[in-house]
DNA sequence: ACAAAAGTGTTTTAACTACACCCATGG
DNA sequence: CCATGGGTGTAGTTAAAACACTTTTGT
């Protein structure tokens, strides 16, 4: 882009390497409480530095696709998977956070619903871990993992976000079970409920759900406007849907409602 | 960083160009009203390819410093600016953003107070623009001011960040117009003094400013923490989107604490 | 009939808004 | 003593938390 006044010596300035990463989070019921945790999934890395560790997927940039292009393909090509949620999480650029080369990563996050995640293709190389214990990871990924995680969690408190662990139609208990898995506490069944029929875009439909020992939910179905992923804003790279937060005016989320000991 | 599987052709991996840009803004009070208003600093750019027309300040990552280390030296190079308050914004990576080649941008943005302003280096080739009325800019960079103005603006919502326009002692009415600039419309003066006053991280002094043809308003201070330019977290330089300010988490990696207006 | 979760109502409490009013200074 | 913004008080409104209660299914 060759900017005016840029005097740093000419070998200082070649260009760093550029890699995309994405931190994939998906539920997964625990077969004992039956609740939902937050899981997501590794690949083994196969080459220095770090052989052996596990990893965020990742790849280069190529220089045919935008950003978020780029991260979906590497996605793909890595786990399998191809999220309706991907967004764009922050661009770590560190000196001496990879061990020879300079490097700088451009990380975005992914959210999946559970059939998606069953159809990643789990190997050798290839695994999920829930997310609250992880070993380490190669290079600076655990930080990675742990700025996700706040992420997710700030969103949730004050986005229309947590649909997109669910299927096209949902309970609003999941959407409860979603919300305490995120959060780490119970949420009043009530006031949440309360709080997501107030929400402007969550439908109720005409179905219910059978087959539980007791009285069938209804099923609620999510209106608003996924982020796009891939297609529509590859003009830029981040046009139609600003980057993060969509939020200051959207829906009201329930937030806080412990439940008593 | 070399990671499994990735199958795009070599003459694909070559790494784009990569470059770093700041959106920088400060009030100015406006001669007329007297009421500050929201200004931005831009470049000429002085070559091919968008000759001669307005640019945002950045320039090139140097392989020995940090993201924000590199934002924070383009910065003081260009506008000869050295602002306290500065943060990643976006990377911008869309295809045809840049004509020739291909080039991904990683945006900063950055708070500088009046004083520091009046420092700025003003030129043939540098100059301050009202931020809501800018001509067609070089490259994508309208809509890069854009996406900074309607962050600014939501972070502003909810955050302490505020007083980072301002200088070390200044009273609560500054603040409030601070907010008024920047969100837009007017805020009553009894709740909004109310609000900062429960606010953890604004103290009291026991100076007050003398001269206007008023009663002397106190003096008060920011004690919460700033966020570090070029400090030690920039290691891994991660600075976030906040939370809904009740949530008191911070985030693995720095970010400043929150209020609530 | 009973357990269990869906779903509703109601009281309490905190937060925010609007606006009236007093205070201290320069002119 | 008057104009001007600094600063305080307070009633009315709105949203949220806590929890008792009713409904509907499966077994």
Do not use: C
């Not at 061990?99 to 959210?111: D, F, G, H, M």
């Not at 529509?232 to 980057?243: E, I, R």
Request: hydrophobic residues 40%.
């Amino acid at each position: 882009m060759a900017y005016p006044s840029a005097n740093v010596s000419e070998r200082e300035l070649q260009s760093p390497s550029l890699a995309l990463s994405t931190v994939i989070f998906a539920l997964r019921h625990d077969p004992q409480s039956g609740r939902p945790e937050l899981w997501l999934p590794l690949v083994r890395r196969i080459r220095q530095p770090h052989h052996g560790k596990w990893a965020l997927p990742g790849g280069p940039l190529a220089s045919h696709e935008s950003l978020q292009d780029a991260a979906a393909r590497n996605l793909s090509e890595t786990t399998g998977l191809d999220p309706r949620y991907l967004e764009q999480l922050y661009a770590f650029g560190g000196v001496d956070r990879a061990a020879a080369q300079r490097l700088v990563s451009i990380v975005y996050w992914a959210l999946v619903q559970p059939d998606e995640a069953q159809l990643a293709r789990e190997s050798e190389n290839v695994r999920w871990f829930r997310a609250d214990s992880l070993g380490p990871l190669a290079f600076d990924h655990n930080e990675i993992v742990d700025y996700a995680l706040w992420r997710l969690r700030n969103k949730m408190a004050y986005g229309s976000i947590a649909y997109h662990f669910l299927g096209e139609r949902f309970t609003l208990a999941q959407v409860r079970e979603v919300y305490e898995a995120v959060l780490g506490r119970a949420l009043d069944p009530a006031n949440f409920r309360r709080h997501l029929r107030a929400a402007p875009d969550i439908a109720a439909t005409d179905e219910f759900r059978q087959g539980g020992r007791h009285r069938p939910p209804r099923l609620y179905r999510y209106t608003g406007t996924s982020t796009p992923v891939g297609g529509a804003s590859a003009a830029t790279g981040a046009t139609a849907t600003p980057p993060p937060d969509t939020a200051a005016s959207s829906p009201p989320v329930p937030v806080n409602a412990g439940r008593n000991p």
